[in-house]
């Protein structure tokens, strides 16, 4: 990659300045979805017992880690141009590692997260399975679907203002319809619903395929790595096409 | 259009600017038709109007022109940073802009880093920027500041430091805006010197300034830009006097 030095530098410097100066710095990428975490356990696993899931915390967990790094880097991505717009104006460099290092900085974090609830939820339910094998490529798939969304909505967010807000509004229905607390079979009998809960939303076939190995230590089934594969490749394609297409005037509209 | 290292193209380059208020363009007037048509507001400024100008690789130009006149337009566009809506415009080999001192520093991040993080900008690799290093923070004579965040540094701190990574990158075109008024005389007068060292070189130098010694001094050839169009182009004692009788100023009297 010829801008790979380039790529580190904005990662550190996304690192540093976004909890600089407080207490506990870099801890709050951890603490943040930890607290969120708490919060959604106390609804859906004590207030709401929605779902009759064994070791609910746990299958909470797994889903909510996957929806955390795909939210928080489409949020963090959509303002990321306008926040960088005095670099933008100024200097010339490849405008797409900036929302591209907003989401890498995400996917430490995730990684991060993702090791802790893994490694509780393997020991725990004993399911070290060799599907473990198979998690590679489903997180490769979700960082290519989250990356190519967030260049959609940070190329986007910089010529129509309108999107970061739409965008922040649409992601809490998109939360409570995406199979986190639930699983679509324990809520619907109607195979139409099912259906649409499983496969309409996108990020559905992704929560289902981490958590499946990693929850129910079993290989996710084919259709849900063909789909995660191919929605990891439509999306990082259509992310390329439409920021390469859209770039041209962010020195004037940031 | 092929640009030998140092060589620098306009080519009928026009480029307007839409000036109304809310930059942003909203979904609501895309969707009522009207997204970025500047339908209501004041009409596009045009920046620059069929432009056109060569330099070859190793010529020194010095540009000038009232405010608005489509000077800084010119440098941005030939920097590769806003493209034209019509025409042609490039520049052969490696080109260094310095539109602004110190743009895109981290304010928390010391001066060390910021060397790394603004020489990755510029497009160097780790080991070409650790190379120039020594260089750069002895050019800077920011001591020991240089382990400091930014955030602490005074503005003339600042801008030595941002005036010395730039010196040091090897350009075959060096695109400058204005920047060199800051920083006291003694730093001014080292800016110039390194500036005339990369000139020795073989760089092609553009300059924006409003500062005719400074562009007598360092420029042979001067531009005088007027409302987006060339106005006059010549030799730099010509092109000031022209200058000047323009903007109403006695000749021999920096405006």
Known sequence: MAHRFLFEQLVRRELRQKYQGSVLGLAYYIVNPLVLMGAYYLMFGVVFKVAPQEDFPL????????????????????????????????AR?????????????????????????AAVTIAVRGTLDPALLLLPLVLAALFAFALGLALVVAVLHAYFRDVAPILSAALLPWFFLSPIFFTPRSITDQAAARFALEWLNPV????????????????????VLAYVIAAGVLALVLGRFVFERMQGELAVVV | MKLAPGEIALQEASRAFSVRADRGRTLKGLL????????????????????????????????????????????????????????????????????????????????????????ALHGLDKPAIEARMDAILEFSELGRFIDVPVRTYSSGMFVRLGFAIAAHLEADVLLID??????????????????????????????????????????????????????????????????????????GVSA
């Open chain 1, 59 to 90: 299958f909470l967990m797994v889903g909510l880690v996957v929806w955390i790094f795909f939210s928080q880097s489409l949020l963090g991505a959509a303002s990321s141009l306008l926040d960088q717009g005095g670099l933008i104006r100024k």
């Open chain 1, 93 to 117: 460099f490849p405008r797409w590692t900036i929302p591209a290092s907003v989401v890498c900085v995400h996917a430490v974090t995730f990684a991060v997260l993702l090791t802790l609830t």
């Open chain 1, 204 to 223: 559905a076939p992704f929560i289902e395929g981490v958590r499946s190995i990693v929850y129910s230590g079993a290989a996710p089934s084919p259709a």
């Open chain 2, 32 to 119: 009522l038709g009207r997204g970025g048509s500047a339908a209501d507001g004041p009409a596009p400024v045009q920046a620059l109007r069929n432009v056109t100008l060569r330099v070859s690789p190793g010529e020194t130009v010095g540009i000038v022109g009232r405010n608005g006149a489509g000077k800084s337009s010119t440098l941005r566009v030939l920097a590769g940073i806003i493209p034209l809506n019509s025409g042609f415009a490039g520049c052969g080999g490696q080109v260094v802009s310095l539109l602004e001192l110190g743009a895109g520093f981290g304010r928390d991040f010391t001066g060390r880093e910021n060397i790394l993080l603004n020489g």
């Open chain 2, 178 to 251: 204005e920047v060199l008024a800051v920083g006291d005389e003694a730093f001014q007068r080292k800016c110039e010197a390194q500036i005339a060292r990369q000139i020795d070189g073989g760089a092609t130098l553009v300059l924006v300034s409003h500062d005719a010694a400074l562009i007598e001094r360092t420029c042979a050839r001067v531009v005088v830009l007027d409302d987006g169009r060339v106005a006059c182009d010549a030799p730099a004692a010509e092109a000031l006097g022209f200058y000047h009788r323009l903007m109403g100023t006695p000749e």
